[in-house]
């Protein structure tokens, strides 16, 4: 509903067009123009907690159409943030049940496993992943960071040079830069380093 404010531009325009263009109507229109405006008001006002953060958003969906997946997802990722591993795990199971290997909710769950110590469960979870989709960005590079601060650094290495070159972005070529740090590659960090400011200079990340 919140995305009708567009659609509702030319009633209003109309309305407010048939005032100007009637002298005789000016005041009764008017006067509907302000009960109307108060009636929207009002139920916006009702609606104000809805819109209030991601998760009273998210929940509101989920209460209009309990099986929607995106909620479900984007419930899972609120929850996980706010450090509520139990109940973003329910969401992201829920997802994962009618979207197998959605990418937000595979990777959110094994974030979930690894911080609760389930470092198996985690891995497999990951290369599992990987395995449906080997060129997924976001899963090489969050698969290498769980093996980097696991310190298997030459692991991490191998995971993201199995990406196609052509689909790194800067945050790619930053974690490939501290990989190679770590392993004391000097000229291939500064490279890494390189490439990452030429994709996107202004990252913080890359500063």
Known sequence: DRY???SILGPLLALASTALAVERARRPLAALAVVAVGAFAWQTAGYLPVFHDTESLWARVLELCPGSSMAHSNLGACYRMQGRGAEAALHYDADLA???YFEESFLGRAIIHDAAGEKEDARRLY???LEKRSQSVTARIEYADFLDRGGE????LEVLLGLDA???NAVYHCKLFDVYRKLKRPLDALEAAHRAASIDPHDPLVQ
């Open 166 to 168: 052509a689909r790194a």
């Open 98 to 100: 009618e979207r197998p």
């Open 127 to 129: 290369e599992t992943l």
């Open 153 to 156: 650094v030459e692991k991490a």
């Open 4 to 6: 009708l404010y567009l």
